[in-house]
T-cell receptor, first 116, second 106 residues
Framework: GAVVSQHPSWVICKSGTSVKIECRSL??????MFWYRQFPKQSLMLMAT?????????EQGVEKDKFLINHASLTLSTLTVTSAHPEDSSFYIC????????????FGPGTRLTVT | RKEVEQDPGPFNVPEGATVAFNCTYS??????FFWYRQDCRKEPKLLMS???SGNEDGRFTAQLNRASQYISLLIRDSKLSDSATYLC???????FGKGTKLSVKP
């Protein structure tokens, strides 16, 4: 299957700092990538849809100025959590849609963010 | 009605048991359906797509009932390694259910 990588796998930062998370599709080109957040014992929540070369589409309730998304190439999307606060601590997962098949999405391994 | 609903479980079954999960969805226009598996503190992994005619992959069988708007996943001869949370996913933009937790015991 398609491979999606994510970096870093975990990060601890201080309140007020910004953190950038990278998502790469390694063996296919992804015009569309997705960013999710998952709090403990809860389901995945879609934050935004990232389209190569255009602005991301954010879900209701997600602050676009706080969660900056850049999809500069067909294999890379980045999520920057700006001025992070402890309530932003979560598991952030990206996914990329396969160009073939039934719109399956393949997920990166996730980034565990802890804001102290 | 929530967009995608699943019984959260947990389902505790012995090795070798057959277990079935159901999932209901609200958008009758949905065309794409999937089952994903998520292990604790890991990313979801695609288990199988669900086709209109139903499909089988080894011990796993998925079925779609459009009239009643539900999909199902059947696991036969369950293994310890099947222990995970099974996520029902609907639609092109992937609406996730909250998942059903399965624990297979020796």
């Amino acid at each position: 299957g398609a491979v999606v990588s994510q970096h870093p796998s975990w990060v601890i930062c201080k309140s007020g700092t910004s953190v950038k998370i990278e998502c790469r599709s390694l063996d296919f080109q992804a015009t569309t990538m997705f960013w999710y957040r998952q709090f403990p014992k809860q389901s995945l929540m879609l934050m935004a849809t990232s389209n190569e070369g255009s602005k991301a589409t954010y879900e209701q309730g997600v602050e676009k100025d706080k969660f900056l998304i850049n999809h500069a190439s067909l294999t890379l999307s980045t999520l920057t959590v700006t001025s992070a606060h402890p309530e932003d601590s979560s598991f952030y997962i990206c996914s990329a849609r396969s160009p073939q098949g039934w719109y399956e999405q393949y997920f990166g391994p996730g980034t565990r963010l802890t804001v102290t | 009605r929530k967009e995608v609903e699943q019984d959260p479980g947990p389902f505790n079954v012995p090795e070798g048991a057959t277990v079935a999960f159901n999932c209901t969805y609200s958008n009758s226009a949905s065309q794409s359906f999937f089952w994903y598996r998520q292990d604790c503190r890991k990313e979801p992994k695609l288990l199988m797509s669900v086709y209109s005619s139903g499909n089988e992959d080894g011990r796993f069988t998925a079925q779609l009932n459009r009239a009643s708007q539900y999909i199902s996943l059947l696991i036969r001869d369950s293994k310890l390694s099947d222990s995970a949370t099974y996520l029902c996913v609907v639609g092109v933009n992937l609406i996730f259910g909250k998942g059903t937790k399965l624990s297979v015991k020796p």
